[in-house]
């Protein structure tokens, strides 16, 4: 059994994969680019979220307008630690809240058909002090995962879930240095 809160996620020795939804626009202007330009907007916080299932959740399998397409975001681990090292969490008191560079909450794990799980998935919120470093040094790669996503989700509804689960990316617990561990955990 998987520990209650505990950070899931595609990453080998020096990159981390987040992942995030939007509109056509965002994720065709940003493909080309192979970064984030315009029309993302670098004047508000952009969630990113290590665990697939959840944004799947979350952007109903990429068919919540605005939602469109699916980009794994792959990161460098030491961008996604400092992130982390500057997270408040939502529920802090808000004027922390307010004034935080990175806002994180523990969110329940979601399985392939949306259920509620009993353990947590994190979502960590850039704000607009650190979007330029998010997107401009922290970033080596997206990969439009909008195809994938679609065949899963087709699987997924005509009862094919053990073949839509092939089409998911593996994600392992992710060590996180101790003292990034101790901040991030909810305390209950």
Do not use: C
């Not at 630690?81 to 529920?91: C, I, K, M, Q, Y």
């Amino acid at each position: 059994m998987a520990p209650q809160y505990q950070v899931r996620a595609d990453h080998d020795a020096d990159t981390i994969v987040v992942y995030q939804a939007y509109a056509p626009a965002i994720a065709d202007a940003a493909l080309r680019a192979g970064r984030f330009v315009t029309p993302f907007s670098f004047h508000r916080m952009t969630w990113i979220k290590p665990s697939f299932l959840w944004l799947m959740h979350r952007s109903n399998w990429a068919r919540k307008p605005g939602q469109e397409r699916v980009l794994a975001v792959r990161m460098t681990r030491q961008g996604w630690e400092e992130a982390l090292s500057r997270a408040v969490f939502t529920t802090a008191d808000p004027a922390a809240v307010t004034g935080a560079a990175v806002h994180v909450q523990w969110d329940p794990e979601r399985s392939l058909r949306g259920a509620a799980l009993n353990h947590y998935s994190i979502q960590v919120g850039i704000g607009r002090d650190l979007i330029r470093a998010f997107t401009d040094d922290w970033i080596v790669g997206l990969t439009d995962l909008t195809p994938q996503v679609r065949k899963a989700a087709a699987l997924t509804r005509t009862g094919h879930a053990a073949r839509a689960q092939r089409l998911i990316p593996a994600e392992r617990p992710y060590p996180l240095p101790q003292e990034l561990a101790n901040l991030l955990s909810p305390g209950v």
